[in-house]
Each structure stands twice: as structure tokens, then as C-alpha cells.
């Protein structure tokens, strides 16, 4: 069963589509991304399953019932804009919204003072947010939402704000959650963390939806580029759709960036190469990155590296 | 009750508890509530006005005006010793004493009897025997007026000196020792009583009840030399100068009169309203800070995850009416120790004070309109907190909410003070935002009872669609951050979501 299915989902703010006719679904123990650029419509998505707006049309299930029911003990929910009770100590926060999701207090501190334990914060306890630093302060807010060990674990740019420690101390924590089966959606637009974490992932431009699958398929979206250092011969080989040269390799060779036809493998233009006889000094299948898939399908403008 | 709102609820609550001004407020209002009787009993003119008298005309002006003022004093004490005597039941020491008759305006000659009887020395001796252990004593009441001799240097002084000298001793202040300070000094002219003329010099504008007592004196003084004039024996014009009807006075025991009745018995339900309003207005304000910081801390994403916003407003709502209901425990305690260790007069005051609260019925409806009153008003303040982003941004909106609330209370209340019962009323009872003020206001005075149960349905209608408006309202508002609402936007908010 899928731990979030989401059908249909159209929601509109007066004229402005925010979301436009999403579904998607996401199983237990799948690192789901969810990327598109700033009015994507990704945290209006996701703040639609947690039932903190209503969708204008469409259906959504989570955990196989719908939003309202509120199965906040299964949820885990790390917001983009983060804050916390300035006169709270750390493990009151994390016990209140542990007991919040219907946990029992004991549990909610000792597994409270576990996260705080890992994310090297026990000694500051008992210390109010208000006298942490930011970076603390975001570590106790990842922490109030992992406390109830959920099965669907929402992520808003988690990303955003933290230091290259703190970055790799999320990723393991998501790694974490999915290992024990819990289903990890989190949206970004920076497309490394995507790369290195993302089971599936679901393009989001203007709120409609331009692509889901998996890393490989996205790659797949555009055609390969080849690196080959040759005689200008292989511009009339069968398949390649041009042949730029880019700069002069000595002795009659140069570099080239081809371009395949649509449907031509990069194998099946090394080997009319050979059949021809061309001599190649190189040949380099480049494949497109996450980021000119993200590029091609939203815009440069969309995208932050 | 829903769990999620009593751990909003508690949460609420905890941070209002941890707040200096919270504790500040919770102990100084008793405290200034203590000081205030007494600051005012500390500013009662409580030593006697300072007259001299300068009789130049022999001194039995002086003498007779000294007397008569003696007499009125001495009026005045068995007056007060009247009332003592049948507040506590005490006529069995001597019935026949005049302080153990209440049926009557004092003449001159119960007072002569009085005197004669050993004034209020003995009849306090009297008393004694028969007053119980736990009757407080009697507190006689200070002379209004001391005589004190003329200054030597005063005597003969005639135009600017005199003017000069007197000026002196009306400025000699306070504590000067007598004959160097006066409130009121009086010329008696060489040429009286061919010249009637009475000067009087005062610091401040004179008292009418000296001014009529010196005239009726010194009329008295010239009729009775005029009588004797015309040949009438010295003792026949006395009797006629004596001659006064005997007025007989009905009055209720002390504390039973209509008015003073009604103010005794509208303490408690007043108190309770004013309570209401100053308790709802720190809460309110406490609360709406809280709903700023959730705001601003953009903490509210991560609540609404976990919880309904209905019952993010609820905890909210619940956590108010708790600091509510503590403060007004802490205070109404104090005031319980208070009446438990004050014996006499207060505790005389407080029985019938608490006599309309008392009843199953009163306690219900002050229960009942109190916890809607809290509801129907702090509601208002968390639609307030869940549209503003700061709290000037609040200040703004709570303002003409602020004004439009208190003002008809203050009205409200000082009417009933006054002990009028009219039109503004009547209307305030009727309007739900203001029916638990007036209702409970109303209880010491008498409220119909179909005026409350009509009243306390209306209010309960009211509270009912706030919840729902505001409700809309509060959930519209709560992730409309950096949104400043124009007046189309706040309507919509109002409506029924998607």
C-alpha cells in the first residue's frame, strides 16, 4: 500500500493555479524528491496532505485515509520556514510535539534525548531555543520532527540554511528513515542532495507536473552527448545528427560534440565508426546531469546549484 | 475534551505562568486593592479643624460657641454610639440609655443626659459587660473641631498687623503647636452685639456645617439678649430659644438602608464584573502575545502538522480561560483570608454582600456568564493574534476593539454604582458582548430571571457563531504571513473554506 497517494490534485488561490491536476504516489521505504523552482507548487502540495489548506479538486490519502483524519502520529513534518518557542527548553519542545503526535511523554523524551544524543546537542537539553544558535535551533526542530519515528517523514527545502555538517548529518537521518521503511518526501530545489538521495523523483513546474520517475529515466529525458576525438568522417556516419567541432586535435583530428538522432544509441555509432573505418582517438558518452534535465524542463532561472 | 487541546491548552497556560508581569499582576492587584482603603483612610482629614476665636467683646461669644461646638461633638459620638449598639445587639447594657434608642434625632436633651450619665466613657463601661468576646470595641470618633486660645499678640491688633498675624496663623501648617496654627479664625468686634458684625478668616473655603452652627450660636446669643431686652426673664427666653419639635427617626439597622443595602449587596457581583474585565483584558493580552511569537517564530506550520487550527484555537481559548479562573482564585483567596481575619464591620459587610451570590442559581449563572463572557471576548483576541504578524501590528486591530468593549462596561458599571437601573442598562444586558458584564453587574441589584435566561441564550448563540466566523477567520489567517488583509480579504476569510 502506498504510504501517500496523491490524485488529481488541483488547487487554485483566485486566478492563480497553484497546483494543476498532480497525482503521484510514494511507497514505504522511497526517498521521493520533489523538485520544481520558487511558485512550483511544492509546499503548497505538501501542505495540502497535511490538510493545513484544502485542495480545490483532486483526492489525497495518507496512509490510506484521508488528510483530515490527521494521522499525525505517522507524519513527521520539517517546514521550510522554521521556528521554535524561544522560552521552551530543547527537550520540552521535542517532548510537547512528540505528545502532540500522540505520543507517550516518557517515549517522546527518551527518544527525544536519543536525536539529541546524535545530533551532539545533549548537553543543551535543558538550554531555552531563544539561547541556541540557528544551526542548534534547526537540529531540535529536525529532531521534533523524527520524535514520533514516523512512516511518512515531509521534508520542505531541508536544505536551506544549513552548513555543509549539518547537510550531511540530515542526509544520514533521511537514509535512516528510509532504511526502516519509513517513506521520505522532501522538496528542493538544489539538485546534488536530489542526486544523492532520491529514489524517485517528480518535476514540478507552475504546478503541473513534468516528470516522475526514476534518476536513470530523467537522465534518459535527453539524448547523451558524445566526446569524440576524430577525422571530420564522422559527421556522415549513420545516426549522428551533427558533429560541432570544438577544437583542433593535431594531425587531421579534432574534438567534436555529436549529436545522435533520436532512437540512435551511443554503441551503435561507435560500431558504424568501426565499419567505416573512421580512426577515433576518443569517444565519450556524456549523459545529461540532474541538473540540465531540471534546466530543460523549468528554465535556468528555475534552478540553484 | 479533546487532548491535543489540553496540551495546547497547558502549554498555553505554562508560558503565561513563566511571565514576570503575570506574577507581577496576580500579587500587586490584591496588594493595591489593600492599599487603596487604606491610602484613602490615611488621606481622611482625621485631625480636627483648628479655630481660634478672638472675642473681643467681653469672651461670651468664645465661651458660648465653644460649648455649643462641645455639644454637636458630643451629638455626634452618641449618634455614632447609637448605631454600634444596634449593629451588634447591645441594648440589654442599658435600655433605657439614650444610645440604646434608635428612634429618634438626638435632642438637646438626650445629649444633656448623656452627659450626665458620664458621656461615652461610661457608657462604654456599660457596654463592656455585655459586649461578646468576638464584638469589636467601639471606635469613638474624632473631635471635628478644637478650640485653641487666641495668641496673646493677637488680642489688640488692629488693620494690616491684625490682617498680617492672622495670615500667619492660617499659614502656620500643620504641625504647629497649638496657638501658633489655625484652620478658621473668627473676630468677635468690641462693638458686639450693637455691632453683629462676625469676621471669620479661613485657609480654605469654610465648612457650612461651622459657618450655620457659629450663626445659629451667636442668632441664639443676640435673640437672647434682645429678649431680654423686652423684659422676659432670662430663664423664659431660654425656654423659647429652646423651644424644637422632637423628630422621631424610622431608619433601618446600619448597612440595611435601600441604598446602602443595594451598594453592600452589589459589592461581590460589581467586583466579579470588574474582575471579568481586568482579568480578560491581562489574559487577552498575554495570549495575543503568544499568538504574535508563533507567528513570527513561523512556528505555526509545524503546530498545524500535528493539530487541527480548530484545535490550535481551542487550547488556545482553554489555556486563557485558566489564567483567567487562577488570577480570579488568587484573588477572590486573598479576599477570603482577608474576611476570615477581619472581624466587625467587614465581616458584617461581606455576609449580606455575599447573600445574592450565594443562592445555586446565582453561582450557576456567575459560572455560566463568566466562562461565555471569557469565550465570547479572548476569541476576539486569538482572531487578532492569528491575523498579525507583530505586535503594533496587533495594537492596531485590538484598539478599536479594545475601546469598543470597555467603554459601554465603564458606563455600564458606573451606573450601577450609582445604583440606576435604566435604558444603557437594559440595552448592554440585551447585546452579547456585553451581557456577562451586565448580568453580573445586575446580580447584587436583582436581574429578572427570564432577562438572564434570555440574555444567556443570546450570548450563547453569539459565542456559538464567533466560533464558527472567527474560527474561519483564524484558520484563513493563521499561514497568511507578510499578508496585510484589505478589507475584501477579511470578508473572505469569514467565508466557509474550499
Known amino acids: ?305 | 475534551m479533546n487532548r491535543n487541546v489540553l496540551l495546547v491548552a497547558a502549554r498555553e497556560f505554562r508560558q503565561i505562568a513563566a511571565m514576570k508581569s503575570f506574577w507581577l499582576t496576580l500579587l500587586l492587584v490584591p496588594v493595591a486593592l489593600a492599599i487603596g482603603p487604606l491610602l484613602g483612610s490615611s488621606l481622611d482629614e482625621e485631625e480636627a479643624t483648628r479655630v481660634v476665636v478672638l472675642d473681643r467683646a467681653g469672651g461670651s461669644a468664645a465661651t458660648a460657641l465653644e460649648q455649643r461646638f462641645g455639644f454637636e461633638e458630643d451629638r455626634s459620638v452618641l449618634r455614632s454610639l447609637s448605631r454600634y449598639v444596634r449593629r451588634h445587639g447591645l441594648e440589654n447594657a442599658d435600655p433605657d440609655a439614650p444610645w440604646a434608642q434608635h428612634d429618634r434625632w438626638y435632642t438637646d436633651a438626650d445629649v444633656l443626659t448623656f452627659r450626665q450619665s458620664g458621656g461615652v466613657d461610661a457608657a462604654l463601661a456599660q457596654i463592656d459587660k455585655v459586649r461578646p468576646d468576638d464584638t469589636p470595641e467601639f471606635d469613638i470618633p474624632e473631635p471635628e473641631y478644637s478650640f485653641t486660645p487666641a495668641p496673646t499678640a493677637l488680642a489688640s491688633a488692629q488693620g494690616d498687623e491684625l490682617q498680617s498675624r492672622v495670615d500667619a496663623l492660617l499659614d502656620g501648617g500643620e504641625d504647629a503647636p497649638d496657638g501658633e496654627a489655625a484652620d478658621y479664625v473668627l473676630l468677635v468686634g468690641e462693638g458686639y452685639p450693637a455691632d453683629p458684625t462676625i469676621r471669620l478668616w479661613s485657609n480654605d473655603q469654610p465648612r457650612s456645617n461651622f459657618v450655620s452652627q457659629v450663626q445659629e450660636v451667636l442668632t441664639a446669643d443676640l435673640r437672647q439678649r434682645l429678649l431680654a431686652d423686652q423684659g422676659i426673664p432670662a430663664s423664659q427666653a431660654a425656654a423659647i430659644q429652646g423651644a424644637a419639635p422632637a423628630i422621631a427617626v424610622t431608619t433601618p439597622p446600619p448597612g440595611g438602608g435601600a441604598r446602602e443595602a443595594l451598594l453592600i449587596r452589589s459589592i461581590v457581583p460589581l467586583a466579579l464584573s470588574y474582575i471579568l474585565m481586568l482579568s480578560l483584558m491581562l489574559s487577552g493580552s498575554w495570549m495575543l502575545q503568544g499568538s504574535v511569537e508563533e507567528r513570527s517564530n513561523k512556528l505555526l506550520e509545524s503546530l498545524l502538522a500535528c493539530i487541527r487550527p480548530e484545535e490550535l484555537m481551542q487550547g488556545k481559548l482553554l489555556g486563557a480561560l485558566a489564567v483567567g479562573f487562577s488570577m480570579i482564585g488568587v484573588w477572590v483567596g486573598c479576599a477570603i483570608v482577608v474576611a476570615f481575619f477581619t472581624q466587625g464591620e467587614i465581616a458584617d459587610m461581606i455576609r449580606p454582600a455575599l447573600e445574592p451570590v450565594s443562592s445555586p442559581t446565582a453561582i450557576v449563572a456567575m459560572i455560566y456568564f463568566f466562562v461565555m463572557g471569557y469565550i465570547a471576548v479572548s476569541i476576539i483576541f486569538v482572531a487578532i493574534g492569528a491575523m498579525a504578524d507583530s505586535m503594533s501590528e496587533a495594537q492596531g486591530y485590538l484598539m478599536p476593539v479594545l475601546i469598543g468593549i470597555l467603554l459601554p462596561i465603564t458606563f455600564l458599571l458606573s451606573s450601577l454604582v450609582a445604583g440606576k437601573d435604566g435604558l444603557l442598562v437594559q440595552i448592554l444586558t440585551w447585546v452579547p458582548l456585553w451581557t456577562p458584564f451586565a448580568v453580573l453587574a445586575r446580580l447584587g441589584m436583582g436581574i429578572e430571571w427570564w432577562e438572564m435566561i434570555g440574555s444567556g441564550i443570546l450570548l450563547a448563540g453569539f459565542v456559538a457563531l464567533e466560533v464558527v466566523f472567527l474560527g474561519r477567520l483564524f484558520r484563513a489567517s493563521l499561514l497568511a504571513t507578510g499578508q496585510k488583509p484589505g478589507f475584501k480579504q477579511l470578508m473572505d476569510r469569514f467565508k466557509a473554506p474550499a
Not at chain 1, 493555479?17 to 526517498?31: K, R, Y
Not at chain 1, 514540478?204 to 534518476?215: N, S, V
Open chain 1, 1 to 305: 500500500m502506498s504510504v501517500l497517494r496523491v490524485e488529481n490534485l488541483t488547487k487554485r488561490f483566485g486566478d492563480v493555479l497553484a497546483v494543476d491536476d498532480l497525482s503521484f504516489a510514494v511507497q514505504p521505504g522511497e526517498i521521493f524528491g520533489f523538485l520544481g523552482g520558487n511558485g512550483a507548487g511544492k509546499t503548497t502540495t505538501l501542505r495540502m496532505v497535511l490538510d493545513i489548506i484544502r485542495p480545490t479538486a483532486g483526492r489525497i490519502e495518507v496512509l490510506g485515509a484521508a488528510p483530515d483524519k490527521r494521522k499525525s502520529d505517522a507524519i513527521g513534518f520539517l517546514p521550510e520556514e522554521r521556528g521554535l518557542y524561544s522560552h521552551m527548553k530543547a527537550i520540552e519542545t521535542i517532548v510537547y510535539f512528540g505528545r502532540l503526535k500522540h505520543m507517550d511523554p516518557a517515549d517522546a523524551h527518551s527518544h527525544g534525548m536519543e536525536l539529541l544524543e546524535r545530533f551532539d546537542l545533549a548537553d543543551r537539553a535543558k538550554s531555552q531555543i531563544g539561547d541556541m544558535s540557528k544551526g542548534m535551533a534547526q537540529k531540535v526542530q529536525l529532531a521534533c520532527s523524527l520524535v514520533n519515528r514516523p512512516e511518512l517523514l515531509m521534508l520542505d527545502e531541508p536544505f536551506s540554511g544549513l552548513d555543509p555538517v549539518n547537510q550531511g548529518l540530515l542526509e544520514d537521518e533521511i537514509l535512516r528513515a528510509s532504511k526502516r521503511g519509513a517513506a521520505v518526501i522532501f522538496s528542493t530545489h538544489v539538485m546534488q542532495h536530489a542526486e544523492r538521495l532520491c529514489d524517485r523523483l517528480l518535476l514540478l513546474k507552475k504546478g503541473a507536473k513534468r516528470f516522475e520517475g526514476t534518476l536513470e529515466e530523467a537522465r534518459d529525458t535527453l539524448p547523451a552527448r558524445i566526446t569524440a576525438v576524430a577525422h571530420p568522417a564522422i559527421a556522415s556516419v549513420d545516426g549522428v545528427a551533427s558533429a560541432e567541432p570544438v577544437e583542433d586535435a593535431g594531425d587531421g583530428f579534432h574534438r567534436y560534440d555529436l549529436r545522435l538522432t533520436p532512437g540512435t544509441s551511443s554503441e551503435a555509432v561507435l560500431e558504424a565508426c568501426t565499419a567505416k573505418g573512421i580512426a577515433l582517438r576518443r569517444f565519450e558518452e556524456q549523459r545529461a546531469s540532474l541538473h540540465e534535465v531540471f534546466v530543460s524542463m523549468v528554465g535556468e532561472g528555475e534552478v540553484q546549484r
